[in-house]
Structure formats: C-alpha cells, structure tokens
C-alpha cells in the first residue's frame, strides 16, 4: 500500500486505456505507403488498391485479408515478412510512454489497450517493449471489432473489470475515438502533437482534455 493512500479522496477514474497508432508509438504515412507499395511489388497489379479499399485488413487475421486482396498463397509468407520488419520498426515506444504505463500501475491505475491494427501488431507484440505492460489489450484485427464500435470499449472496460465512466480513454482522434468513447460512458483525452494541426477532421473543435506527450496525462488524469 503506497503511503497516505487510506487519505485521499476517492479517485473517479481507476482505468486509463491507451490507443496505440500515433498514441503510444509515432504513425509515419509516408512510411507506410512505401511498404504498402513494397507489397504491391510482389503482389502485382491492383494489390495496393484493393488493399487500400480492404474492409477486413484490421479486423481479420491477416492472411484472410491479404487472401481476400488477391494475395495468392505462393506470395504469402514473403508479403508477411515485408509486413513484418515495417511494423517492427515501427512498434517503437514513444519518449515516456513506457514510464507512463509503469506509472500509472504504481498509482493503482488499471492500464488498457484498444487498436485498430492488423495482426502484424498481435504477432509483435510480445517480443515489443509493451510486453506484460498492459492489463487488457484489445486488438482489432483479433476481436473482429473496429473503434469506434460501442462493443470494443465495453471489450476492454469488461477484461479490465471496470465500469465504462470509471475509465478514460487516450488517443489522437483517428476512427472517430474519443466520440466514441464518450459515447459510452468513458472520460477521453486527445493526444495531438505540438504545434500541429489535428490529422483528423473529427477532432478539429475537440473541447475535451487535450495532451501532447503521453507523460502529460498524468497531470491531466489529476484534474478529471
Ligand atoms: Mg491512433
């Protein structure tokens, strides 16, 4: 038990869920186009496009995706290994994020996860510097449900036990998020970065909390 603790008020939030994407790590789209186009190579004609307009790249394992983009299984495992090597590159911690999830748990947080990602991600993940970090992680391209579906909030409130307005939710606004989840009872805080314009339109008169380094929730967690 952490000192003064039987003191202090009670605490409203006792979970902090954390995107992924442009959140914890940097999302490069240039980075990405290349190694879309690097697939295309192999893939052939028509890949990047299909790929591009696929509506189950993150929401089904991956091989059904790439399948289902015209990727015959002869291709597969090369175009995997391309996927591969981006994304773990690219499953890189930003400055603070890991201090901030170990901090969080010091504090008695529970500490969740929701991204919309392909199975590249699932496959990473344990060999990542997030690995034993996060005490529900919910992953898209595994559970079959994309932000800002109510269901993958409620997912992650239930794996973590917690009612959904005990919980706030962080993330940079992409799939219409932070709407998201709100809508079901969640706090959210936008994460942007500094002296950037918004990426997404949905965010552009965001009014609620807003960060720009993932240690700054701490202080913001304070004030909700
Ligand atoms: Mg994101």
Redesign the pocket.
């Known amino acids: 038990m952490r000192d003064g603790v039987e003191n202090e008020p009670a605490r409203r939030h006792r979970a902090v869920v954390f ?5 914890l790590i940097d ?1 490069d789209p240039e980075g990405a186009a290349r190694m879309v186009a690097q697939v295309g190579a192999v893939a052939g004609d028509g890949f990047v496009e299909r790929w591009n307009s696929s509506t189950t790249r993150y929401v089904a394992p991956l091989r059904m995706a790439l399948a289902e983009a015209g990727v015959g299984e002869g291709l597969m495992d090369e175009i995997c290994a391309i996927r591969l090597a981006y994304h773990r590159k690219a499953l890189v911690p930003r400055p603070g994020a890991v201090d901030t999830l170990r901090e969080l748990k010091r504090l008695g947080f529970l500490v969740g996860l929701i991204t919309v990602c392909s199975e590249d991600i699932v496959r990473l993940w344990p060999e990542s510097d997030f690995a034993g970090l996060f005490d529900a992680e919910v992953f898209s391209s595994q559970v079959g449900l994309s932000k800002p579906d109510p269901r993958i909030y409620l997912h992650c409130c239930e794996l973590l036990d917690v009612e959904p307005h005990e919980a706030v939710f962080v ?2 606004g ?1 799939n219409d998020e932070l709407a998201g989840a709100r809508r079901v009872g969640m706090e959210a805080i936008l994460i942007e970065r500094e002296g950037e314009d918004p990426l997404w339109p949905e965010i552009a008169d965001w009014a609620g909390p807003r960060v720009t380094t993932i240690p700054g929730v701490l202080s913001v967690l304070e004030r909700l």
């Not at 995107?19 to 959140?23: I, K």
């Open positions: 995107d992924l994407w442009e959140t999302w993330g940079d992409a």
